[in-house]
C-alpha cells in the first residue's frame, strides 16, 4: 500500500484560531439592522402583499396591445340602422314553418312580420 | 438535509431569525478559518465572515441540487476574501500584514509546528492558497473545490501539486526532523 506522506500530517498540525469574542453578537446585529425581527411583522397575509411576479417584457407588450385593442374595440360606437330605413326582424315564430329550398334565404320586413 | 438548509435559508432570507442563526452557527467557523488563512487577519476574517453571511442571506437563490450549502458560502466567501486581497494591495503586503498577524496570534496558536505551517500556507500565492485550505481543511472535493473558485478540475489539480510541492520545500526542516524521528 501506498505509504503516508508526511507532509499530510505536517499540514493537519495547523490550529486555526477561535473567531473573537463578541463576532456573534455582532453578526446579530448586523442581521437585525437588515431584517427586522419577524414577530414585528404581521403574520396574516403578509407574504401576499410582498409576493411579485416577473414578466417579461415582449409578454407584457403583448398583453399590452391587446388589452388596448380590446379597449378600442368595445369603445367605438356600434353600427346602426339610417334613419328611415324599415328594420329587418328574424321571425322566431315557428308556426306555419315552412323550410325554404337549399341555399335559399326569405327577407321578412318589419311590416311584413305583423301582418 | 440540503433541502432542509435550504428551507432554513429561505426563512432566513424572511427574517427568520432562529433560521438565520441555526444556519450562522453551522458554517461559521468553516467560513471564518477559510477567511483567516486566505488573508492572515484575524479581523479581516471576521469583515469576511460577516458579509458572507449577510450576503447570503440578500443575495442569489441557492439551488441544493447543484452543491452544498457549505460549498456555496465558500464561494460568497472567496468573492469576498479576493476583493479585501485587492484592496489590502499587493502579495508582498499581504504578506507583512501576515506577519503582524502573527505576532497578534501566538497567544491563540499553541504549537509552534502549527505557527510554521501557516506561515508556510500563508506564503502561497493566493489560487494556491485557497486550493489547499478548502481541499485540505475544509475537506470539499475536487469537483466543489472547482466550483467554488470558477475553475476546472485539471487546474484545482495543478494549483495542489504546486502548493503541496511548494509547502514541502517551506518545511523542509520540519519534514525531516518528522522523518527522522520516526526511523529512530
Known sequence: MSERDPLDELLHELKSPEPPAGMDQRMVEAYRSSFPPSNLRPHAGWQFWEMRVSVPVPVLLAVAIVVAVLFWYRSSPAPSAAPGTTGIVTSLNSTGFQPLPNGEARIVTVKGASQ | ?184
Not at chain 2, 91 to 114: G, I, K, N, Q, Y
Open chain 2, 1 to 184: 438535509m440540503q433541502v432542509n438548509q435550504a428551507s432554513l435559508l429561505e426563512e432566513a432570507r424572511r427574517g427568520g431569525e432562529e433560521a438565520f442563526l441555526a444556519l450562522y452557527s453551522q458554517h461559521r467557523n468553516a467560513v471564518f478559518r477559510f477567511a483567516f488563512h486566505m488573508t492572515g487577519s484575524i479581523a479581516t476574517a471576521e469583515d469576511v465572515t460577516q458579509e458572507c453571511f449577510l450576503a447570503m442571506v440578500r443575495g442569489s437563490a441557492f439551488d441544493p441540487r447543484k452543491a452544498r450549502l457549505q460549498a456555496w458560502l465558500f464561494g460568497i466567501a472567496r468573492h469576498i476574501v479576493f476583493r479585501h486581497l485587492r484592496i489590502s494591495g499587493r502579495e508582498s503586503e499581504e504578506l507583512e500584514e501576515t506577519a503582524t498577524a502573527a505576532d497578534a496570534l501566538d497567544e491563540l496558536l499553541s504549537a509552534e509546528r502549527s505557527e510554521m505551517v501557516r506561515q508556510a500556507i500563508a506564503s502561497l500565492p493566493a489560487l494556491q492558497r485557497e486550493a489547499i485550505i478548502l481541499f485540505e481543511y475544509d475537506e470539499l472535493s475536487l469537483e466543489e473545490v472547482a466550483t467554488v473558485t470558477g475553475a476546472d478540475v485539471g487546474a484545482i489539480k495543478a494549483r495542489l501539486r504546486r502548493a503541496r510541492e511548494s509547502l514541502r520545500k517551506l518545511l523542509e526542516p520540519l519534514l525531516r526532523h518528522k522523518t527522522e524521528g520516526s526511523c529512530s
